[in-house]
């Protein structure tokens, strides 16, 4: 046998076919690097120019001459007054609380309620999966006018209470389809072994699911952060009050007054607003895509 | 360690199909019983019945002197090992076969008591802090085995456990589950659609289809003394041969064949077959008692010419495929024996293992 194998490794190969195999493949990849630096082009100068802008004085920023891509005397100023002045700080504190109360909320009751629609196989359980994912396709537009009311008759009018009880319902049903694909894509065995292991149905939950599935809960819980963190239309029509305002409305509120808009510090603010989301997005992002695909590749 | 009866137990879906038809069935303490028989033939069904893991829509399922119908699985006191080895991903093998002890609230020191043991049974005891994903395929069936014996419960319950595996590590893995039960003789009941683990592992093999058992027997048993033509047609590789036939008195009862090959009956069996002279019948003979002519035959034994249509040399064996009358038939001759497509292959049947199945029952008279 290794004798027959030694010679067909010898065997001359036909080199053109491998050759145009590579051009190919090069060329395709060529194409890949040009398709992407462009798009990383579009999408990062917004932040670039962003950040080249926080770290400028307002008489940088508004000089005529020179290069407005470059920084001739940085300074970390504007980032000094916002992190000194105490609304931005309670902006930064609100959007905190809100966003931590409904990833928690959003995620309690997407885990709870994709495990019981993906695996306690009840009647209805079917149409009420596809209804969840139904209500994530209505635009947040168009419901914050009777939700507005909602909010009216529970009293929760220019509180931040209002977007904790808001954001879950615009994140729990994303979040539960992502969960339901994660469990859907954990073989039913494993729980059936659980169950005859003697688990009980919270328990294969916290000691299988949770564990089994946390690159989708991981994915999940990004969303739902992203939801309440950039949200800019619900805190800015159900928030009046400076002290109740998040970080998105607060930064438009309090740097721009009328037609004068501070742009060091909008920038700076900006910047620092993003910081949350990049962060995590960098060191969870390989789970956010295993999140995300899971359902489609292992069925 | 317990008895396991299965009493007129019935399984139906919704729209009337019915997977399991009320279905008998005693299993006594230590025995090692498989339940075999082709997809969809509802042996799965009846073992996730047994397990709690289907409901049961009529009958009874008794456990150990207790009717289990609406216990729940963990306290069934069984413990299963599934086709693709059903481990915990994100626990380490000790984990894994500790899990249903740590559920159940074991002191810490029996737990590693009792896992260090079964590992050391199934020789898994380097893997006990490697993750599954880490493991092979028989290692990991054999964590699942693990898991099972750990929980030493009254039953164990195997769902084509070797399914997953390659041919070599599925032989391999069957002699290490017989000695297992050799080890711990726990009442098992095992699942398989493969004949040969089923004759091989069983104390007792139950041969199922659509929905009904066929047969319950030793499997020397059901080799030698099918009751029917499924259960005649399914034990045995390669598979039994069936060639239509009549029963015909030509001086002595005779069989037959469609070709007009007339083969007598042997003095013992003329009785038995007697009453079905005339009926359409089957003569079910198996390849190895179709075998190439020896100089001196014993009594019983008939000669036919076989035109050779395939041969396989299988090393210990040859097969021979040929035809009679249209209908395929399989020969097991002497690998010494050579013959070629075309060829005309004297054989000798050995009428004396001779079965006649019934065409309008298809029992085997």
Redesign the interface.
């Known amino acids: 046998m290794s004798g027959a194998s030694a010679t067909a490794g010898n065997m001359p190969r036909p080199k053109a076919k491998v050759g145009s195999m590579e051009r190919q493949q090069r060329i395709a990849l060529w194409v890949s690097y040009i398709m992407l630096s462009i798009f990383v082009v579009i999408f990062l100068i917004p932040p670039f120019y962003m950040i080249i802008t926080s770290l400028k004085t307002s008489v940088e920023i508004s000089a005529q001459a020179g290069n407005p891509w470059i920084v001739k005397d940085p300074t970390l100023a504007n980032y000094w007054e916002l992190l000194t002045n105490a609304a931005f700080r309670r902006y930064f504190i609100n959007s905190v609380w809100v966003t931590m109360l409904t990833v928690t909320i959003s995620m309690t009751i997407a885990i709870l309620a994709a495990f019981s629609l993906s695996r306690m196989g009840f009647k209805g359980s079917q149409v009420l999966s596809t209804g969840v994912f139904l209500t994530y396709l209505v635009p947040p537009s168009l419901l914050f006018i009777p939700l507005f009311q909602i909010m009216g008759w529970l009293g929760l009018i220019n509180s931040t209470w209002a977007l904790v009880v808001l954001f879950p319902t615009l994140a729990v049903p994303f979040c539960t389809w992502i969960m339901i694909g994660y469990f859907s894509s954990i073989p039913r065995e494993l729980d059936e072994a659980a169950l005859i292991d003697g688990a009980s149905y919270p328990q294969i939950l916290l000691r299988i699911f949770i564990p089994v599935a946390l690159p989708g809960i991981i994915a999940a819980t990004i969303f739902a952060f992203t939801v309440s963190w950039g949200a800019f239309l619900y805190p800015l029509a159900y928030l009046y009050s400076a002290d109740q305002a998040t970080l998105t409305v607060g930064i438009v509120r309090e740097l721009i007054k009328g037609d004068v808009f501070a742009w060091g510090l909008i920038m700076a603010a900006c910047a620092m607003a993003a910081a949350p989301p990049i962060i995590i997005y960098t060191f969870l992002m390989d789970y956010y895509i295993a999140g995300l695909t899971a359902g489609a590749t292992k069925g | 360690m317990a008895n396991v009866s299965i009493r007129k137990v019935v399984k139906a879906y919704e729209g009337d199909v019915q997977a399991v038809k009320g279905i008998d069935l005693e299993i006594v303490d230590h025995e090692f019983v498989v339940l075999v028989g082709p997809s969809g033939c509802g042996k799965s069904t009846t073992l996730r019945m047994i ?3 289907e409901e049961i829509t009529a009958g009874e399922i008794w456990i150990g002197g207790d009717v289990v119908n609406d216990v ?3 306290d ?1 006191d ?3 090992v ?3 080895y ?5 626990m380490s093998v000790f984990d894994n076969m500790a ?2 002890l740590k ?2 609230k074991f002191p810490k020191e029996e737990i590693k008591r009792r896992v260090d043991e079964a590992a050391k049974m199934l020789d898994i005891q380097m893997l006990l802090d490697r993750k599954p994903k880490a493991l092979s395929g028989g290692q990991r069936q054999r964590v699942a085995m693990g ?1 099972a014996v750990v ?1 030493n419960p009254k039953v164990f319950l195997f769902d084509e456990p070797l399914s997953n595996l390659d041919a070599k590590l599925r032989v391999q893995m069957r002699t290490e589950i017989k000695k297992l039960h050799q080890l711990v003789p726990t009442t098992t009941v095992y699942v398989t659609h493969d004949q040969i683990e089923a004759m091989t592992l069983a104390d007792r093999v139950v041969v199922m289809n659509h929905g009904v058992i066929e047969q319950v027997g030793a499997p020397q048993e059901l080799y030698h003394n099918p009751a029917t033509r499924f259960v005649a047609g399914f034990i045995g590789s390669p598979a039994m041969n069936f060639l239509p036939c009549q029963l015909v008195d030509d001086g002595g009862l005779k069989v037959q064949l469609a070709d007009g090959t007339k083969m007598a009956v042997p003095p013992q069996r003329v009785d038995r077959y007697g009453p079905f002279k005339g009926k359409k019948m089957t003569l079910g003979i198996r390849p190895e008692h179709m075998t190439e002519t020896h100089d001196s035959e014993k009594p019983g034994v008939q000669r036919m010419n076989a035109k050779v249509d395939v041969v396989e040399p299988m090393g210990m064996e040859t097969l021979v495929h040929h035809f009679v009358d249209g209908v395929a038939v399989c020969s097991r001759i002497d690998p010494n024996v050579h013959t070629g497509p075309g060829e005309i292959l004297p054989l000798a049947v050995d009428m004396n293992n001779m079965h006649l199945i019934e065409d309008a029952s298809n029992r085997v008279v």
């Open positions: 397990a709690g893991l729940p699985p963990r069934r069984i413990a299963m599934f086709q693709n059903a481990l915990y991903p994100h899990f249903g559920l159940r898991r929980r």
